[in-house]
């Protein structure tokens, strides 16, 4: 939403005040935004942990919804399925999302599931998915 707004600011300025001015207003406007992504995680037994880092600290709380998607791993056979909210309060730059692996006898080979990120507020998602890699 707050680039639309944005957008919609520029426009009206260039009505305005003219093209100069608004080249001015986006490059004010880039050094403020607080861009969010989530990092890969892998391990063989007990949580894997993402880390979802934002590009800078925020004045104000961020949340991110998130939830886990089946690659080649099965939610409920070699992990527990995870949804829900994940929140970088005001003045940290990061939280972690954990997702509990299942232990799983004669598991042989890495097997992977995805966890997506969605619906942001207070930053915008600059990579929103990221691999949980389970390892034998």
Do not use: C, H, K, W
Request: glycine share 8%.
């Amino acid at each position: 939403m707050r680039r639309a707004t944005t957008l919609t600011l520029a426009v009206l300025m260039a009505m305005i005040l003219g093209a100069a001015a608004v080249q001015l207003f986006f490059v004010a406007d880039r050094s403020e935004a607080v861009d969010l992504r989530v990092a890969d995680a892998r391990g063989a037994e007990g949580n894997l942990r993402f880390v979802v880092q934002l590009s800078s600290a925020s004045d104000g709380d961020v949340a991110v919804r998130y939830a886990t998607v089946d690659a080649n791993a099965v939610a409920g056979l070699d992990y527990t399925a995870a949804s829900g909210e994940a929140v970088v309060t005001s003045g940290e730059t990061a939280t972690v999302i954990e997702v509990e692996v299942l232990p799983r006898a004669g598991r042989t080979a890495e097997v992977r599931f995805v966890l997506e990120l969605s619906d942001p507020r207070g930053a915008d998602i600059d990579d929103g998915r990221a691999i949980g890699t389970i390892e034998p």
